[in-house]
């Protein structure tokens, strides 16, 4: 039973335009939120957080929102480079950052020049 | 570099050979995680560590095992290796205390074979 889920497997934007990546979760108790990035044959590397007491975080062309009573959050690059693509994964765990992460299967982005 | 170092990044096992997955990190990170990632798959927990001496485990825990003598390591064993453990290994890493704005560090994963 996923409590992290990514239902879209893939996504292709043009560059330049806005990309967004949803996730939608069902276990109330997380408090903390994550989006990963991952490059074909190497670790994921982080991209941006957001702990459930805020509803939106920002840093530079990324931009993280957390709508709470649905259970969403949606990630927002803009605009969109073609360096941006890869799969993303969403995460969530219920203990802060150092709680055990449960992920989503992934969005695999492509930005197309 | 510091970060969180994996090796080897490829094998190839038969089945029921055993090996040891190697993983070190030096940030002096309390926390140390193993996470597999089969094809079409999101990570999934294996076994994690809050520190030195202490380990749990994970969602995917059955076939392995894994000790945490030191802070800076945190190998991980395959015994009698089968082919439903053929995936992409990750560990990672966090410190106690971390801000929310850095997540866990990762190693670049090894790659796993079992025929």
């Known amino acids: 039973d996923q409590q992290v889920k990514q239902n879209s497997p893939s996504l292709s934007v043009q560059e330049g335009r806005i990309s967004i990546l949803n996730c939608d979760y069902t276990?109330?108790?997380?408090?903390?939120f994550l989006w990963y990035k991952k490059y074909p044959a190497e670790g994921p590397t982080f991209l941006i957080s957001?702990?459930?007491?805020?509803d939106k975080n920002e840093d530079g062309r990324f931009t993280v929102f957390l709508n709470k009573s649905a259970k969403h959050l949606s990630l927002h690059i803009v605009p969109s480079q073609p360096g941006d693509s890869a799969v993303y994964f969403c995460?969530?765990?219920?203990?802060?950052?150092?709680?055990?992460?449960?992920f989503g299967k992934g969005t695999k982005l492509s930005v197309k020049p | 570099n510091a970060g969180v170092t994996q090796t080897p990044k490829f094998r190839i096992l038969k089945i029921g050979q055993s090996m040891t997955l190697q993983c070190a990190q030096d940030?002096?990170?309390?926390?140390m995680y193993w996470y597999r990632q089969d094809p079409g798959m999101g990570l999934k927990l294996i076994y994690y560590?809050?520190?030195?001496?202490?380990?749990d485990k994970g969602e995917v825990p059955n076939g392995y095992n894994v000790s945490r003598s030191t802070t800076e390591d945190f190998p991980l064993r395959l015994e009698l290796a089968a082919p439903s453990q053929t995936s992409v290994y990750f560990c990672?890493?966090?410190?106690?205390?971390?801000?929310?704005?850095?997540?866990?560090?990762f190693g670049s994963g090894t790659r796993l074979t079992v025929v």
């Open positions: 957001i702990s459930s007491i805020k």
């Open positions: 995460a969530a765990s219920y203990g802060g950052s150092q709680g055990n992460l449960i």
């Open positions: 990672a890493s966090i410190g106690a205390g971390t801000p929310e704005s850095v997540g866990y560090t």
């Open positions: 940030m002096n990170h309390n926390y």
């Open positions: 560590s809050v520190g030195a001496g202490i380990t």
């Open positions: 276990n109330s108790m997380f408090d903390y």
